[in-house]
């Protein structure tokens, strides 16, 4: 079994619609991780949290430590959010063990 | 800031060829590490560096080695290319409790 598990693995939505990408870990962590990856290939981080949640943007991120669970949502999708979004967590050694991604496409 | 640059980003090799992927990082950041990327898996952790002078295997090793040559620079070099090692290479970097940067990658075939 994976140690990070993410759902969907793809999502397609409409442009407007409410997003919600989903991530499961089963070891301890010191902080997970949200991150984007374009077509392309580059990744980029979105949001590293260890409690509670954070906002950038349209972009929220929550993350609940005693159900060992974290979601992404995406408010008001745009065509533009259509990348691959991955869920990495960080064990105490510091490397980043990493969940295998959900494509999200938005259409217009 | 340049951040994580990583060369070259598209290579070809023959099976048995060797090759090093270079990657810098002006962050100061003592952690630096290498993945590869395959269809339908994640990023999967090849060697990683936790600070200058050394170095650590991850989950899929075998068939690479590494040099941390200084605080900026982690390389990654293969020996004797094999098919199996066509993948998408990504170097990365993390200051203590920070989030990672990544390099563009190196799309990397092996015929």
């Known amino acids: 079994k994976n140690e990070v598990e993410q759902s969907p693995q793809n999502l397609t939505a409409q442009e407007g619609e409410f997003i919600t990408i989903n991530c499961s870990y089963s070891?301890?962590?010191?902080?997970l991780h949200w991150l984007q990856q374009h077509p392309g290939g580059g990744i980029v981080s979105l949001f590293m949290?260890?409690?509670g949640k954070k906002k950038h943007g349209r972009l929220i991120a929550t993350i609940n430590i005693q159900e060992k669970h974290s979601s992404l949502h995406i408010t008001a999708s745009h065509p533009r959010d259509s990348a691959v979004y991955i869920c990495a967590v960080t064990k105490s050694q510091g490397n980043l063990i990493f969940g295998k991604g959900t494509k999200l496409s938005v259409k217009p | 800031n340049a951040g994580v640059t990583q060369t070259p980003k598209f290579q070809v090799l023959k099976t048995g060829q060797s090759m090093t992927l270079q990657c810098a990082q002006d962050?100061?950041?003592?952690?630096m590490y290498w993945y590869r990327q395959d269809p339908g898996m994640g990023l999967r952790l090849i060697y990683y560096s936790a600070s200058e002078g050394t170095t650590d295997k991850g989950e899929v090793p075998n068939g690479y080695n590494v040099s941390r040559l200084n605080k900026r620079e982690f390389s990654l070099r293969l020996e004797s290319a094999a098919p199996s090692q066509t993948s998408v290479y990504f170097c990365?970097?993390?200051?203590?409790?920070?989030?990672?940067?990544f390099g563009q990658g190196t799309r990397l075939t092996v015929v």
């Open positions: 962050m100061n950041h003592n952690s």
């Open positions: 990365a970097s993390r200051g203590t409790g920070q989030k990672a940067f």
């Open positions: 949290l260890s409690s």
């Open positions: 070891v301890g962590i010191s902080a």
